[in-house]
């Protein structure tokens, strides 16, 4: 069993900055993949990006591609999601997940285990 703990989360301007934070109960690396999903009001759970287990570049979604940056900090069983230049539309609430999926699914909700309760991103314009 993992435990998932977001955080970060806020209300930010567009074209501003937010890190958020998914701390584990235990140890990830090298043991689970771990995902960053986000769902907007009234919208199905999107897959924002993923940093696999063996720890290879981050795999991001096109639409934050190159504004969205994933990284871990192993000593603190933490990754981070450092969003920058925010848009309205990345308004969410945002779920860290670990699992062990594999790459044909890694985008998938459904192929991870253990989720976050979510923090909430707003974007105003």
């Known amino acids: 069993q993992v435990q998932l703990v977001e955080s970060g989360g806020g209300l930010v301007q567009a074209g501003g900055s937010l890190r958020l934070s998914c701390t584990a109960s235990t140890r990830t690396n090298n043991i689970y993949s771990v995902g960053w999903f986000r769902q907007g009001p009234g919208k199905a759970r999107e897959f924002v990006g993923v940093l696999k287990v063996n720890n290879a570049n981050p795999i991001y979604a096109n639409s934050v591609r190159g504004r969205f940056t994933i990284s871990r900090d192993n000593a603190k069983n933490t990754v981070y999601l450092q969003m920058n230049s925010l848009k309205p539309e990345d308004t969410a609430v945002y779920y860290c997940?670990?699992?062990?999926?594999?790459?044909?699914?890694?985008?998938?909700?459904?192929?991870?285990?253990?989720w976050g309760q979510g923090t909430q991103v707003t974007v105003s314009s």
């Open positions: 997940a670990a699992g062990t999926p594999i790459t044909s699914q890694l985008s998938s909700p459904s192929a991870y285990a253990y």
